[in-house]
Structure formats: structure tokens, C-alpha cells
């Protein structure tokens, strides 16, 4: 059996213009991310690195190539096979947490798990194990209006890995916080990677973040390349 988690090959995407023309975003991605690991993304804003994880995590499609996730090919299939491997596979977290006001942080966990098929009790269960591991356990029942920045993004992180994905995909985790709290919330993400052995690809501007990743990839010209 691969130990390739997610394997995406020869991406391309273009986006039209407002004024005549239109810009390829990626031009030939290729990338394997293997079990365990944690690989960086950086690259300047606006170079595609949001595009390339919306592909990477079916919920966006390329021009061309193919996404491979957890040994299964996702390419060309229909929007219900793709939800399926999105729900049972992947894990994503935003700059911005993007919680449901209107419910508590343990029920915004609780919720993505309930979708999945799984019973209350344990959804609960699981939710206040994950909660515990990055410490606002104690903020389980507040919303996330009387949370502070970084439990709101400690809480998405429970969520994202709510489901026992494979594959955890991030978009700037800690670009909208501090950088005191930016160190703290990182860490706990990353004991939560470790912990659950699941592979990651986490896009951030902050190449000393990266730097404590297995390897860092740079998306360049729409193509990505290694940083050594």
C-alpha cells in the first residue's frame, strides 16, 4: 500500500480577467505529500497558493491534471463521490476560523461529525478530547464571539481534524494572529499533525512556521519547486 496521502500531478488552472485576457494561476503542479509528513507552502499573495489547496482538497477543479487523495483518484468524478472523499479525507483550516456563531465550540465540532454519520455521544466524546489537547477544554461551552483569537483558531483546528482526515490542508492558520499567539497556536496544530500521524500542507508567509515543517515547497510560476 502507497504512502502517499495526496498526490496531485500536472495542475493547471487559468482564471479570466475583467479587462481582455486571462491568468494561469498553475502551470504543471505536481506534488506527493506521504503519511506523517508536514510540507510548507509559501509563495508571494496572489501567486495561487489558496487555488492550488481549494484543488488539492476537491473543492475547486483544475483545467487538467489529476488529485489523488488517500490512494483514490478524485479527478473526473461527480460532486457527490468528490463530497464523499472530501468529508471522510481531508481537513481544512482558514486564516479566519469561520466557526457558526450561533453554536458553541464544542457543538462546532461536534456538528462536521454528526454529518458523518457518527453518534452524538461519541461526536461529543471526540470533541472534548480534541478541545483538551489544545487547551480550551475549560471554553467548550462558550461561542465563538467570547473566545479570543487564537482559541477561535485552536477550536477550528478541532474541527478540522473532527472527522480523522488523512489529509489536512491550511491556508494561513496563524496569519491573522499575533505573532506571540501566532507561535502558540502553531505549536498546537502542529502536536495535533503529530499526534494523529495525518499528512499536512499548511501555505504560510512565515517562512520560521516553515521552517519547523519537514520541507518547505515554494509555488513559483505555477509550478511548485523544492526550497532547500
Given at each position: 500500500?502507497?504512502?502517499?496521502?495526496?498526490?496531485?500531478?500536472?495542475?493547471?488552472?487559468?482564471?479570466?480577467?475583467?479587462?481582455?485576457?486571462?491568468?494561469?494561476?498553475?502551470?504543471?503542479?505536481?506534488?506527493?505529500?506521504?503519511?506523517?509528513?508536514?510540507?510548507?507552502?509559501?509563495?508571494?499573495?496572489?501567486?495561487?497558493?489558496?487555488?492550488?489547496?481549494?484543488?488539492?482538497?476537491?473543492?475547486?477543479?483544475?483545467?487538467?491534471?489529476?488529485?489523488?487523495?488517500?490512494?483514490?483518484?478524485?479527478?473526473?468524478?461527480?460532486?457527490?463521490t468528490r463530497t464523499a472523499i472530501r468529508r471522510r479525507d481531508v481537513g481544512f483550516v482558514y486564516q479566519f476560523h469561520h466557526l457558526l456563531p450561533e453554536f458553541t465550540a464544542l457543538e462546532n465540532i461536534v456538528l462536521p461529525q454528526l454529518a458523518n454519520g457518527k453518534s452524538e455521544r461519541k461526536a461529543r466524546d471526540r470533541a472534548l478530547i480534541l478541545l483538551d489537547r489544545v487547551g480550551v477544554a475549560a471554553r467548550a461551552d462558550h461561542?465563538?464571539?467570547?473566545?479570543?483569537?487564537?482559541?477561535?483558531?485552536?477550536?477550528?483546528?478541532?474541527?478540522?481534524?473532527?472527522?480523522?482526515?488523512?489529509?489536512?490542508?491550511?491556508?494561513?492558520?496563524?496569519?491573522?494572529?499575533?505573532?506571540?499567539?501566532?507561535?502558540?497556536?502553531?505549536?498546537?496544530?502542529?502536536?495535533?499533525?503529530?499526534?494523529?500521524?495525518?499528512?499536512?500542507?499548511?501555505?504560510?508567509?512565515?517562512?520560521?512556521?516553515?521552517?519547523?515543517?519537514?520541507?518547505?515547497?515554494?509555488?513559483?510560476?505555477?509550478?511548485?519547486?523544492?526550497?532547500?
Amino acid at each position: 500500500m502507497s504512502d502517499v496521502t495526496l498526490r496531485l500531478n500536472g495542475l493547471t488552472k487559468t482564471y479570466l480577467q475583467d479587462t481582455p485576457g486571462e491568468v494561469q494561476v498553475l502551470r504543471g503542479a505536481d506534488l506527493e505529500l506521504r503519511v506523517g509528513e508536514a510540507v510548507a507552502l509559501v509563495a508571494p499573495s496572489g501567486a495561487g497558493k489558496s487555488t492550488l489547496l481549494h484543488i488539492a482538497g476537491l473543492l475547486d477543479t483544475p483545467d487538467s491534471g489529476t488529485v489523488e487523495i488517500a490512494g483514490q483518484a478524485a479527478s473526473g468524478k461527480g460532486d457527490r463521490t468528490r463530497t464523499a472523499i472530501r468529508r471522510r479525507d481531508v481537513g481544512f483550516v482558514y486564516q479566519f476560523h469561520h466557526l457558526l456563531p450561533e453554536f458553541t465550540a464544542l457543538e462546532n465540532i461536534v456538528l462536521p461529525q454528526l454529518a458523518n454519520g457518527k453518534s452524538e455521544r461519541k461526536a461529543r466524546d471526540r470533541a472534548l478530547i480534541l478541545l483538551d489537547r489544545v487547551g480550551v477544554a475549560a471554553r467548550a461551552d462558550h461561542r465563538p464571539a467570547a473566545l479570543s483569537g487564537g482559541e477561535q483558531q485552536r477550536v477550528a483546528f478541532c474541527r478540522a481534524l473532527a472527522n480523522k482526515p488523512r489529509v489536512l490542508l491550511a491556508d494561513e492558520p496563524t496569519g491573522n494572529l499575533d505573532p506571540d499567539t501566532s507561535d502558540q497556536v502553531f505549536t498546537a496544530l502542529m502536536s495535533l499533525v503529530r499526534e494523529a500521524g495525518l499528512s499536512a500542507l499548511i501555505a504560510t508567509h512565515n517562512l520560521d512556521l516553515a521552517s519547523r515543517m519537514d520541507r518547505m515547497v515554494r509555488l513559483d510560476g505555477g509550478v511548485l519547486k523544492p526550497v532547500e
